[in-house]
């Protein structure tokens, strides 16, 4: 009998990150999730079958550490999705609080590279990397400095990992807007519920985990059309 594929994903207490690792858990993966609220995380987990929660913040090494050690020797696929928004409102860059930049850039860039640079060893040829980014990340939206030039840098530092390890299937993937806490939080006071949910944008992921596509920049609703 064949082992249970094992994953990582991050940021996995509500939005796209527990809609990804819901629709894993009914494929049959073993998962390892972590969001840095403990009682949301086992709230949001608890249904779930293969799933180990542990939670903490992705910034700290400790808790990268311990992600990658409850995978165990084998590790077929590393979500990034946990993410900082960083200030709401989003302040012009002029006003930008660098303290906070740090934190954001620490959060969104260094960490899904640190947590990488753990899991890489236990990544097997075949194996799937997905950083999650935005279109922030690529387009100069007024106020969106901080947020998205650390998207920018996720991209770009994906790129690379993908040219350096041409093994892997090494994916950085736009989810599209999605009706989530963080969206909320990015316009403060309007109304988001117009905006697709997160389990819209989880085809296109599956599509991309379960498929042999090369490695590189995709948006997740273009791909739900094969999805497995």
Do not use: C
Not at 55 to 74: E, K, S, T, Y
Not at 95 to 115: F, G, M, Q, W
């Amino acid at each position: 009998m064949l082992a249970m594929p094992t994953g990582i994903v991050t940021g996995a207490s509500r939005g796209l990150g527990l809609a990804l690792a819901r629709a894993l858990d009914e494929r049959g993966w073993r998962l390892i999730v972590d969001a840095r609220g403990g009682e949301a995380l086992e709230s949001a987990t608890a249904g779930l079958q293969n799933v180990t929660a542990i939670a903490g913040d992705v910034a700290d090494p400790a808790h990268r550490r311990a992600l990658v050690d409850a995978a165990g020797d084998r590790i077929d696929l590393v979500v990034n999705n946990a993410s900082l928004l960083g200030p709401s409102p989003q302040p012009a860059l002029a006003d930008y609080p660098l303290e906070t930049l740090r934190d954001v850039y620490e959060a969104n860039v260094i960490a899904p590279l640190a947590l990488l640079q753990l899991a890489l060893p236990r990544m097997p040829d075949g194996a799937a990397v997905l950083d999650i980014t935005s279109d922030a990340g690529v387009e100069a939206y007024e106020g969106w400095g901080g947020y998205g030039s650390s998207k920018a840098a996720l991209e770009q530092l994906t790129a690379i990992l993908a040219a350096e390890h041409p093994g892997l299937r090494v994916y950085w993937v736009d989810p599209g807007d999605m009706n989530t806490q963080m969206q909320q939080d990015a316009f403060p006071g309007e109304d988001v519920s117009d905006r697709p949910p997160p389990e819209e944008s989880v085809p296109g992921l599956l599509a991309l985990i379960g498929g042999s596509l090369a490695s590189g920049r995709y948006q997740a609703r273009e791909l739900a059309q094969v999805a497995p």
